[in-house]
Structures are given as C-alpha cells and as structure tokens.
C-alpha cells in the first residue's frame, strides 16, 4: 500500500485528456497538492492507503474551471448599470462609479464576493483585470484560489494610481511580491488599445519580453472600437498592434468580436490566444466571437465572465453553456462547439491561455489537484446516456458539491472552507447602501 495525501473517488471522472474520454468509478489519488494517478477505484483501494477519503457516488469530478477573464471587484457593481451598450455602460455610469467608490476597501471585499460566487460555482482559477491587484493576490492567497493578477495600465488617472507610469511601478511591485508563489502569478494588464497610447504598450512588450510574461487586454470588443481607430490612425486596433510588435504568444485577447479573415489567418499565425465572454458580449450587443472559425485554424479559445457588472454573473459553467450554443448559432453549424471541447476551453484551453497549462486544466498525473466535482443525481440530469453532455446542457453551478484547489478542499457539501458567506453578504449590502442609497435594501 502506498501513503497518499487523499483519494477522490467519483461515479465518472472527466480527465479532458485524452479528449472525449468520460472514465467510470474511478479515483484520483493526490499527494502534496497534486495529483499522482487516476485509477479504478477497485484497484485504488488495493494500491492507495490515504488519510481521507472522499466517495462521490453520483458525481462527475472535472478539473477546476478556469476563467480566463475577469474584474473581480465589480461584483459590487452588479446590477448597477443594465441594458446598456459598452461605451454608455462604461463611460457614463462604470467609471463615474469606479472614480466615486474604488478603493482598496471595496476592492477586498468585492474580490471576496467574486472568489465566494466562482467556488461555490466549480471555479478554480481567475485571470483578474482590476484596481489593487495587491489586495485581490492577498486575499487569493488567504483563500486558496488559484489567481493570475492583471499589472493594469490604462492612460487615464483612477483612484489607484496617477496614470501609465505610476500603473507600471505598482504593477512591477506586484509581480516581485508574487515571484515564484505556487497559486499566485501576474501578467501585464493594459485596458485596451483605446485606452492605453502605443508608447505605453511598446514599453510593456519590452517589460513583458524581460520578465517573460504575458500581455491580457480588452481587443476588438466592437465594431464601435474598430470604427473610431480606423477614424482617427487609419488602421484598425489589431494592425495597430502588430505594428507594435504585441501579435505573439505573450498575448491573450479578450472578447475579439470583430474580425475578418485576414486578421483571423494573422492571430493563427502569431499564436495570440483569445478569451471568448459570450454573455458579457451578448449583455453589452458587443458582437460575436467567431470561435468556431477560429478552433478550425488552430486559434487556442479560453472562456471568460468579464465583470459581474456586465455579465452579471461569475457563472464559468453557465458561460460554457452559452458558448456552446452562441458557436452553433452564429456558424449555422450545430456540430461548430461539441460538449467535450466546450468543457476543454473552460479548463485546458484557459490553462493553456494564461501559460499554465503544464500545472492545471487537466487531470493528468503530475498536476496540481485542483477538482470540481458536480452532483449528477435528481430528476433533472435523468435520463443519464453522457455525463459531459448533462454538465454542459443540462446542469446548474448550484449542483457543484465540492472544490478543491491543489488537494485543499475550499467548498465542501456547498460550504466554503475559507470564507465566511455571511460576513461577505454583510458587508456586500453596506456598499449596496453606499453605491445606491436609493436601491431597495434591508
Ligand atoms: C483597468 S482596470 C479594468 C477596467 O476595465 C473596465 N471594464 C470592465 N469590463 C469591461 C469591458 O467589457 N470592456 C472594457 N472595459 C471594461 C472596468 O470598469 C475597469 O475600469
Ligand atoms: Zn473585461
């Protein structure tokens, strides 16, 4: 018998690789955070001596989600500013609000409310895009989540810092703090290329060259955002920032809704991952991301939320939903984003998006342990042929059970381990009371 940390044992175990295969009664042994093998669970029991054991009868154990894209703290925006398109929802009510209320106070506790909604919804990792990244990393850390911190550049001036050079000297500070943390990294975060002057962006691609890092930005989120480019420099934002040298890799594009053939052929060839945010898309009319064209060239897609402000939710399986279904709408292709491939974009293709694919995104021996298990028992997932089809299809986040982030256990029985929901809720309707005196509240 060989000591291991603990074994998952679930109904089925969705590894996401090799893809497509669905194993049934098998377990997941874990040792030091990470995952050793997975096995039947009858021969498990024969090999493994574990000090806890947890048995999920009726559950599918998948990896951790991963959400590419998200501005956690404004989940205290959530709600404020509805049914608008992008421009009006950021310039006339997002940044007057962000101006008025950001602080290092909301940023902590609008970050607790974000990481509390994406456990108890099977989210293991995020990429966050937001103010005071050193709060959001703090508290990542005390939790357990598995956070990517944006270094944000934007030209104008915020609560949180004077501007492009003061955003770089925090951002820089940020990642020597978080350097070789093993949940914790960083990656410069420049808005967009509307709102960051290319001397900026020329100066992060070096930076990000020097540190080997890489480069999130908002990109082609309308065809409003290509039309003023194109207005006012002649070219479109995409050309622009080839010229710049940033189409490689390093970068991870988020939301690319306006596209044409040569610039689709241009991101294959330079390997820019994209980030898909179908519902923040959909929410704000931004466009459509053409996911299925870009799969069939070999473009890496990942999944997103973008911010509870224009979402409204952190819900990465209810995202993965709306991608499927968005990709065989918009391509008239009802075989465009198939379950299986669906559920790899949410988990391998984020990992492998925000570099981190060699440690998380699959449940492959060597890798950290972070799981998901989603109870597949009830009337509602019955009749059962395809256990990835009921996840993508048919299942809600409410049914996520357990959580576990490299073989910590964070949301056990729907309960966070880490966090104290009523505390969070507390304070959630203090700001609520702060931000709009006016709204209804207790
Ligand atoms: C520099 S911190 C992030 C900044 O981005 C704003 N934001 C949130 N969602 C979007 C979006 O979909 N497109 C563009 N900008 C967005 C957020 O309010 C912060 O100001
Ligand atoms: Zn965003």
Not at 195 to 216: G, N
Not at 287 to 301: A, K, L, S
Request: contains cysteine.
């Amino acid at each position: 018998m060989q000591k291991v940390d603990s074994l998952v044992s679930a109904r089925w175990v969705i590894p996401v690789e090799p893809e497509g295969t669905t194993l049934s009664h098998h377990t997941v042994a874990i040792r030091d955070g990470r995952i050793i093998d997975c096995l039947p669970t009858a021969q498990a029991e024969q090999q493994y001596q574990a000090d806890r054991h947890q048995q999920l009868a009726t559950h599918a154990l998948i990896p951790g989600l991963v959400n590419a894209h998200t501005h956690n703290a404004m989940s205290l925006m959530r709600g404020l500013a509805d049914d608008l398109p992008l421009m009006t929802w950021l310039q006339d009510h997002i940044w007057p609000a962000e101006g008025k209320h950001v602080s290092a106070d909301f940023v902590h506790d609008g970050a607790e409310l974000a990481m509390a909604e994406m456990l108890r919804g099977g989210t293991t990792c995020f990429s966050d895009m937001y103010f005071f990244p050193e709060v959001t990393g703090r508290l990542a850390d005390r939790v357990g989540m598995r956070a990517v911190l944006g270094m944000i550049v934007i030209d104008m001036p915020t609560p949180y810092g004077s501007g492009p050079e003061d955003y770089l000297d925090k951002g820089l500070a940020l990642h020597d703090a978080w350097r070789n943390h093993p949940h914790i990294s960083t990656v410069f975060a420049p808005h967009a290329p509307y709102t960051v002057s290319p001397q900026w962006l020329e100066r992060i691609r070096v930076l990000a060259d020097q540190l080997d890092t890489r480069i999130h930005m908002h990109v082609h989120e309308t065809a409003g955002e290509v039309m003023e480019s194109v207005a006012t420099t002649g070219q479109r934002p995409l050309e622009r920032l080839d010229r710049l040298g940033l189409l490689n890799p390093s970068l991870i594009a988020v939301h690319m809704t306006q596209l044409n053939s040569d610039e689709l052929d241009r991101i294959a060839e330079t390997g820019v991952h994209v980030v898909h945010c179908p519902e923040s898309n959909l929410k704000l009319a931004s466009g459509f991301c053409p996911v299925h064209e870009m799969q069939h060239r070999g473009i890496n897609v990942a999944i997103g939320t973008d911010g509870a402000a224009s979402n409204n939710d952190l819900d990465l399986l209810g995202e993965v939903r709306t991608a499927a279904l968005l990709a065989k709408a918009a391509s008239g292709n009802a075989a465009a984003l198939p379950a299986h491939r669906a559920l790899r974009m949410a988990t391998l293709d984020g990992a492998r998006a925000l570099g981190l694919d060699e440690e998380i995104g699959s449940l492959t021996p060597g890798k950290y342990a972070d799981l998901c298990a989603i109870d597949l028992s009830g009337l509602e997932s019955e009749p059962l042929y395809n256990p990835v089809s009921q996840l993508v299809y048919t299942s809600q986040r409410d049914k996520v059970s357990h959580v576990w982030v490299a073989g910590r256990l964070l949301l056990n029985e729907r309960r966070l381990t880490t966090l104290d929901e009523a505390d969070i809720l507390a304070r959630t309707r203090a700001w609520q009371a702060r931000i709009a005196p006016e709204a209804p509240h207790d």
